[in-house]
């Protein structure tokens, strides 16, 4: 028998080494550094392919470099214009470090709030005017390196007044009849569209977002003394004999 090599276990070990490592490496063919899609797709603003998805009150903007081809049976490339909000850094070494962009980014419109006239207290069948003051606005993002605009625009209402009074109007009257504490809620919907610049077209996208408003405290109660003190009650005595004024 001849004798075993005395490297042949460090072939081995090698070879083996070697295998292991093109196993778990990505392939060049399938590898796309720019590339981030969402669910919805919303159109192509300066070669760049938007969309969009909304998890639960927020929205997430994607974007994709577009592919084109160079001259016939040239292979697809990415454009070769980066955006100059790009930076760069130089290492020791003196090779040049891109800052890695953002490929996609998240936004949320801004929580509305109620506001009524009068305010905190009333008394019973006075009118009674609760609003919110949700207006459209924009948030400002940076996707691949240009200034992105998300704008929400409110669209949709929803409101409880506590006494079974509900309403889809943007501003509500309302006449509460009975003394009581009562709670006002109200969400609402935002639509949604993008804008890259300095492109001058807003995209419209399908999806929307709702915002919940916190419940605004509202005290319909009567003007009362007691040993000249002004008292302004909210329960009626007849049922709370306790109750503060009764």
Request: charged content about 15%.
């Given at each position: ?13 090698v ?22 899609s ?20 927020r929205?997430?903007?994607c ?7 160079i001259?016939k ?19 020791a070494s ?7 962009l ?32 949700a ?39 309302h ?12 969400s ?11 492109a ?46 009764c």
């Open positions: 028998m001849q004798p075993k090599p005395k490297n042949s276990s460090r072939i081995v070990a070879v083996l080494l070697v295998a292991l490592s093109l196993s778990i490496a990505p392939s060049s063919a399938n590898a796309r550094p720019f590339s981030v969402c669910g919805s797709s919303n159109g192509t603003v300066r070669s760049v392919s938007i969309s969009s998805q909304v998890t639960g009150d929205v997430r903007v974007a994709d470099w577009i592919k084109t081809s001259g049976g040239a292979a697809a490339t990415k454009p070769t214009a980066k955006p100059t909000t790009a930076s760069t850094s130089s290492s003196g090779h040049i470090a891109y800052t890695p953002n490929r996609s980014v998240v936004a949320t419109a801004n929580r509305p709030n109620i506001i009524s006239v009068p305010n905190a207290q009333v008394s019973p069948k006075t009118s009674v005017l609760v609003f919110s003051d207006t459209r606005h924009t948030k400002v993002r940076q996707l691949l390196g240009y200034n992105t605009l998300i704008r929400f625009t409110p669209t949709a209402y929803r409101w409880t007044l506590g006494d079974s009074t509900t309403s889809t109007r943007s501003r509500v009257r006449r509460f009849t009975a003394t009581g504490l009562y709670f006002v809620r109200l609402v919907t935002y639509a949604i569209e993008l804008k890259v610049l300095p001058g077209k807003w995209i419209s996208t399908p999806l929307s977002i709702k915002k919940v408003a916190d419940p605004l405290q509202l005290r319909v109660g009567l003007n009362q003394s007691i040993q000249g003190i002004p008292v302004f009650v909210i329960r009626d005595c007849r049922q709370m004999p306790g109750a503060i004024g």
